[in-house]
């Protein structure tokens, strides 16, 4: 009697055993695919992030690397926008207005900027809260800008910005983030000396556009940014 109590006893301790194990198993199991849905999430936030900040900035990115207009130019920015804003988001109809009267004005005398590159970016904040989020994020972009100096000549100008940003977004039908709202604070812009990423001035004037626009795309960001610490 004594031994089948006890058979019995183990029996339901090991019953009791694998259960707990499935039930162990099974939450194991969805908190991983949980931090993998996370972590997807996260690094798709910060990348749409990123294309709405060289967005924003980005009305006068008209020309190819040789300084000519580039005719896709609209339909490009066009495109990209459509990928990373809602419709509603405020600046996409300013944004598209100010380049296209810059290419519809376009000649000689027209100021340019040849690249917009985020260099640094860092996450300050981030509330994923089911199809909605916000991230706070500190970023510094590179310019290489063209501007007209007169008289035939073009300066090749690099400068380097920092800011807050506070993205809004949406996660859209087809599961894709959305940036639906942005504001600024703490904006920096000034030279590469200015920002403490250089101690040389890299500028230089050229006598066509093509050659200012042929040199400042030689220069990567280690050329022109060598004091640069990244986080």
């Known amino acids: 009697m004594t031994k089948r109590t006890r058979t019995c006893i183990l029996c339901g301790t090991g019953l009791a055993l694998v259960v707990l194990l499935c039930v162990i198993f099974c939450i194991v199991f969805s908190l991983n695919s949980a931090a993998t849905a996370n972590d997807a999430d996260v690094e798709a936030i910060q990348d749409v992030a990123k294309e709405a900040e060289i967005l924003i900035s980005g009305p006068r990115n008209v020309v190819d690397e040789t300084g000519a207009l580039d005719m896709t130019c609209l339909q490009t920015y066009q495109t990209r926008i459509d990928q990373t804003f809602t419709s509603n988001f405020g600046l996409i109809e300013q944004g598209y207005n100010a380049m296209?009267?810059?290419?519809?004005?376009f000649d000689e005398t027209t100021d340019v900027v040849l690249e917009n590159k985020i260099i640094d970016f860092s996450t300050k904040s981030l509330q994923i809260d089911g199809d909605t989020a916000t991230l706070v994020c500190d970023i510094m972009m590179l310019q290489k800008y063209i501007p007209y100096e007169g008289e035939g000549a073009y300066r090749a100008v690099f400068g380097v910005s920092t800011t807050t940003e506070t993205f809004g977004f949406v996660k859209d039908?087809?599961?894709?983030?959305?940036?639906?709202?942005?504001?600024?604070?703490?904006?920096?812009?000034?030279?590469?000396?200015?920002?403490?990423?250089?101690?040389?001035?890299?500028?230089?004037?050229?006598?066509?556009?093509?050659?200012?626009?042929?040199?400042?795309?030689?220069?990567?960001?280690?050329?022109?940014?060598?004091l640069l610490r990244v986080n």
């Open 173 to 226: 039908e087809g599961g894709d983030w959305r940036v639906s709202s942005s504001s600024e604070m703490d904006y920096q812009f000034g030279s590469t000396r200015d920002m403490g990423m250089s101690n040389e001035d890299l500028e230089k004037i050229f006598p066509t556009r093509e050659e200012a626009c042929a040199y400042a795309a030689s220069l990567s960001v280690e050329n022109i940014c060598p």
């Open 100 to 105: 296209q009267q810059i290419c519809d004005s």
